[in-house]
């Protein structure tokens, strides 16, 4: 598993890190019943806090996307249709918002920014 940590980001690194394993277990990567690296390996990889990442694995636990076994580790929790889909909903409209404020900023109407969207739809 490859989690990258940006220090000069003004996201919270657990922030990172729950960001990070939600996009692998949504991507597939990481699979139900998949084992995480121990609070422990995973603060000595990432050369931080183990209370940071048992923050991020409380995190995700708290969200149903990991289930924590006590002395046997932490697992990828078996998949939640709903869920899944509620978090590619939760990315798509954050890029769109992303999108339309650019436009905005470019002076794109909103009037043609629906004109573009259907336009994009049909095609």
């Known amino acids: ?17 729950v960001e990070q394993i939600k996009a692998l277990i ?3 990567e990481l699979q139900e019943n998949d084992n995480l690296p121990s609070v422990r390996t995973l ?31 932490t697992y990828v929790a078996k998949a939640n249709k709903e869920r899944m889909m509620e978090e590619y909903r ?3 409209e954050t890029e769109l918002e ?6 905005k900023r470019y002076g794109v109407t909103t009037e043609e920014i629906r004109e573009l969207t259907e336009l994009i739809l049909e095609g």
């Open 26 to 28: 949504i991507s597939g």
């Open 90 to 92: 939760k990315e798509i």
């Open 1 to 17: 598993m490859k989690i990258i940590i940006n220090s000069s980001s003004m996201v919270p690194i657990y922030e990172q890190i």
């Open 98 to 103: 992303e999108v339309i404020r650019k436009a």
């Open 43 to 73: 603060s000595k990889e990432l050369r931080i806090s183990a209370l940071t990442v048992k923050k991020a694995y409380d995190f995700l636990e708290q969200e149903g996307f990991t289930v924590t076994v006590h002395g046997k580790g």
